[in-house]
């Protein structure tokens, strides 16, 4: 694959991400998908296969009422696509470390991509 062609499908996820259009989200996953949440250095989640990430991306999609990542830049790392992001979301339940329903939460971040057969096949989210 191009390295545009695998930037503009790492910006149809993350504009599917935002609006919270899980089944869009889906289309541009390779079928094996494997998903790593990894906060502080530490794995909080990890998926593998379209079905369990679709069930946690259902899951996670209700945790927030509004949710925006916005790529800050590009490089490729490793045959990776590695993309900085600006995470804000607005939370719709209170969570178990203090955070409640309304608050506005930011991250800064980064997020991994490896493609396989035109799809996305790795995900790493560290934050």
Do not use: C
């Amino acid at each position: 694959m191009v390295r545009d062609e695998k930037r503009d499908i790492i910006e149809k996820y993350i504009e599917a991400y935002n609006s919270f259009e899980i089944a869009r989200m889906v289309e541009l996953l390779h079928k094996d998908i494997l998903f790593r949440n990894i906060s502080n250095g530490e794995a909080t989640s990890e998926t593998r296969g379209v079905h369990a990430f679709r069930e946690l991306a259902e899951q996670s999609s209700t945790m927030f009422s509004s949710r925006r990542q916005t790529i800050t830049d590009y490089n490729v790392i490793n045959g990776k696509v590695v993309v900085g992001i600006d995470y804000e979301g607005i939370l719709a339940v209170d969570f178990p470390n203090g955070l409640k329903s309304g608050d506005k939460l930011q991250l800064k971040g980064k997020s991994s991509f490896e493609f396989k057969k035109g799809k996305i096949s790795l995900i790493e989210d560290y934050s």
